[in-house]
């Protein structure tokens, strides 16, 4: 049972969405200057709040701001509700003529597979407004505001109505430039070229090594990237080697901006998942989208319950 449940009177939206505000930043004071506030307020607020829930929500050190369990719980459960109320309310402040669907997804996956061909589902639906969540590189739960997730999981999501789409295969590649030493110096290019580490899957290139057949490389340098789009921008200008997600970079392969380097792929434990909520795998438009996925993405799996 929640705090919220425990109360026999909830706390105040405002106040509810001020923490959801200040639990994003980690910060009151950036918190103040998106909500037109002062910090001081936004304190005062929060205070307020944990005074009411009898539960301290923030964990304040001098120069920085942790949620507590208690307050990263809060702010999963909440902050869903608060923008499903917001669209019913501008739904409905629209008179009803235009209906919206909310999508979570990888980050990348939305930048290089979903948005390059989102204008044709538009096209077929111009009174549906779509709302794309990819805050989160790799979201692994079908959020309660949400109406279509892609998760990227090692196994099938439990629980809520899901197809598999296609597993996540990696690719070695470089810039073209790099081609030649490539062919000059074969799997002991790493000593030259410079190896480009993504760091969520920073033992990506020892599995890749075994399935191709050679030693796990011995680079002369290493370069640790946060983000899959900043590895995948640093390969193109030629700052080194890099695994990339072969299906979202196929684009780049067609028009020479990287060049693949081995032939063998790493064809990895993860896959990617269209999810629903049964109750809402139904719903015309939830149901619309759905289906456009799974004819892009290649799908021939029935949506069934996971």
């Keep these: 049972m929640t705090a919220l449940m425990r109360l026999s009177r909830p706390p105040p939206t405002r106040s509810l969405r001020v923490f959801c505000v200040a639990a994003r930043h980690r910060s009151f004071k950036f918190a103040a200057d998106e909500l037109y506030l002062t910090p001081s307020a936004v304190s005062h607020q929060m205070k307020e709040l944990e005074e009411t829930l009898g539960l301290r929500l923030f964990e ?15 702010l999963e459960e909440v902050e869903p509700l608060l923008e499903a109320l917001d669209r019913s309310v ?55 505001g949400v109406d279509v997730s892609v ?15 296609f597993p996540l295969s990696l690719t070695a590649v470089c810039a073209p ?16 070229l410079t190896l480009l580490v993504h760091k969520p899957s920073a033992s990506a290139w020892s599995a890749w090594a075994q399935e191709v057949g050679i030693e796990a490389p011995e680079p002369s340098r290493v370069l640790e990237l946060d983000s899959m789009h900043a590895v995948v ?49 139904d719903k015309p438009d939830v149901r619309a989208l759905a289906d456009w996925m799974l004819e892009e993405f290649g799908a021939s799996t029935q949506v069934s319950p996971c």
């Design 60 to 74: 304040r050190r001098p120069r920085s701001l942790e949620l507590t369990r208690a307050g990263a719980t809060l």
């Design 177 to 192: 430039r790099h081609l030649p030493a490539v062919a000059r110096l074969g799997s002991t290019v790493f000593r030259e």
């Design 151 to 165: 998760l990227l999981l090692d196994a099938e999501p439990q629980g809520v109505q899901c197809v598999r789409l």
């Design 233 to 281: 921008r640093a390969a193109e200008h030629g700052i080194g080697v890099a695994l990339v997600p072969t299906a979202h970079c196929a684009d780049r392969f067609r028009s020479g901006a990287l060049a693949r380097i081995f032939a063998v792929e790493l064809t990895t434990a993860d896959a990617y998942y269209l999810v629903s909520r049964a109750k809402d795998g």
């Design 90 to 144: 501008a739904q409905i402040a629209r008179g009803g003529g235009r209906r919206s669907v909310r999508m979570m997804l990888p980050q990348f996956f939305a930048s290089e597979l979903l948005i390059p061909r989102l204008d044709a589902f538009c096209a077929r639906h111009p009174q549906l407004d779509i709302h794309i969540d990819s805050h989160d590189p790799r979201p692994e739960i079908h959020s309660a």
